[in-house]
């Protein structure tokens, strides 16, 4: 079979270069998108995607601050914190970096986000507006992941789509969105029984298991796409994804690689959220 690696450092680049044009729009109009980045504690990845964020960020001409808070800081502080990014007129989108420290309820620091300014999508409020298919800010992963299948032309109406994996930022939402593309969509997850009966079904099969290089090519019919959400390091300390890559584009006709898969569209998405979430302030939304 010949396999198609899907490029999501190139279509990151794509949706980027639409939002530096919308950037450019709003800055005729007196509007310069800002996002505030909030990082609690020195998780060695957590820095270095907030680092990649604020680098994005000047590259399409968008303001963005770094708020950088101690490990220990109490969740009322933390809670302050983002109430006065929720006053801050220059700041359009706020993020908390995920994970938090244990002291820290991750629900209520979300809770506290203004939703007009949840650039991320993981308030409750945003949350049930996607369940219903209102406009609504979408969680950067899943909604990159679509893209992703649009710039690579899969179809998706009618397509037997597996997830692998539950989790309220990625999983969950990763079946909304496909389902709302009129996809059949089956979650699975770590107490599923039987689980290559599953996977062996999927047009389209999505995988945030959280283990690495869990799934191979025994898991994955012929001919179908495979999405790796996964971030991981190997036995060799190298980034390596949910999927045993060399196994699975033996049977994959499209398949993400990691790096340079669905990472890249997580970024390019917050972008995107942020300008949406600055041209809302034009339009009362
Ligand atoms: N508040 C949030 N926290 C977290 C999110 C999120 O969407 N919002 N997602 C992840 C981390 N994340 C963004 O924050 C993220 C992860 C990976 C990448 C990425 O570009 N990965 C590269 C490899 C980068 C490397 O060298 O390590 C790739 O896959 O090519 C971007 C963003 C958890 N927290």
Do not use: W
């Not at 995920?98 to 999508?121: C, F, H, W, Y």
């Not at 709302?180 to 009966?197: E, F, G, I, M, P």
């Amino acid at each position: 079979m010949s396999t198609t690696k899907i490029d999501g450092k190139q279509i990151a680049g794509l949706v980027t270069e639409k939002v530096k044009e919308r950037v450019e729009n709003l800055k005729s109009k007196g509007v310069v998108p800002g996002l505030a980045v909030v990082l609690v504690g020195n998780n060695p990845a957590s820095q270095t995607y907030v680092n990649n964020k604020a680098k994005t960020c000047e590259r399409l001409g968008m303001y963005s601050v770094q708020i950088e808070l101690d490990e220990n800081i109490s969740e009322v502080e933390l809670l302050k914190q983002v109430e006065a990014l929720n006053v801050d007129d220059k700041i359009h989108g706020i993020l908390v970096q995920l994970p938090l420290p244990p002291q820290i309820n991750e629900d209520r620091v979300i809770a506290t986000i203004s939703p007009l300014k949840d650039v991320d999508g993981f308030h409750p409020e945003n949350v049930g507006k996607m369940m219903i298919g209102q406009q609504s800010f979408l969680p950067c992963t899943p909604f990159g992941v679509m893209k992703l299948l649009e710039y690579s032309d899969v179809e998706i109406a009618g397509k037997h789509a597996v997830i692998i994996g539950r989790s309220n930022i990625v999983g969950k939402p990763m079946g909304q969105l496909l389902l709302q593309k009129d996809a059949t969509v089956t979650y699975c997850h770590s107490r599923t029984k039987d689980l290559h009966s599953f996977t062996k079904q999927a047009d389209i099969l999505v995988v945030a298991t959280g283990r690495t290089k869990m799934i191979d090519a025994s898991y994955i019919k012929e001919g179908a796409v495979v999405i790796d959400v996964g971030i991981n390091r190997d036995e060799n300390n190298k980034l390596c994804g949910d999927v045993d890559f060399e196994s699975a584009q033996k049977v994959a006709s499209k398949i993400t690689p990691v790096p340079g898969g669905v990472g890249p569209m997580t970024i390019a998405m917050l972008m995107e959220n942020t300008c949406l979430a600055a041209e809302n302030t034009l339009t009362n939304k």
